[in-house]
């Protein structure tokens, strides 16, 4: 069974940066495709970044490309997502996702997941 717990949501000022973390109880003999969503209110959940949790490859949303960093750790089995330069627009719940699978899609949609988090909130003021 798969578990994903997030942590390190908060509140910070634009330009400001969070560290989010997702500790992954997964199957250490399988591949994952591991991803970051978020939900702002109102609005749709949409994909942010994902990455293959051998660490190869990553792909990211136009909106957070050269700002948000995500990284696996294997060793600890933690998903991360560096944000630097947040913006008010960054205001959402955070999700981490998985998948079992051997590759990533570049296309971070979130039909393709079938592993979800709680949600860390994440809020950023002007």
């Known amino acids: 069974q798969v578990q994903l717990v997030e942590s390190g949501g908060g509140s910070v000022q634009a330009g400001g940066s969070l560290r989010l973390s997702c500790a992954a109880s997964?199957?250490?003999?399988?591949?994952?495709?591991m991803g970051w969503f978020r939900q702002a209110p109102g609005k749709e959940r949409e994909g942010v970044a994902n990455i293959h949790t051998p660490g190869r490859g990553t792909s990211y949303t136009d909106s957070v490309k050269g700002r948000f960093t995500i990284s696996y750790d294997n060793a600890k089995n933690t998903l991360w997502l560096q944000m630097n330069g947040l913006k008010p627009e960054d205001t959402a719940i955070y999700y981490c996702?998985?998948?079992?699978?051997?590759?990533?899609?570049?296309?971070?949609?979130?039909?393709?997941?079938?592993?979800w988090g709680q949600g860390t909130q994440v809020a950023v003021s002007s």
């Open positions: 996702a998985a998948a079992p699978r051997d590759y990533c899609y570049t296309a971070i949609v979130q039909s393709d997941f079938a592993y």
């Open positions: 997964i199957d250490a003999y399988r591949s994952y495709c």
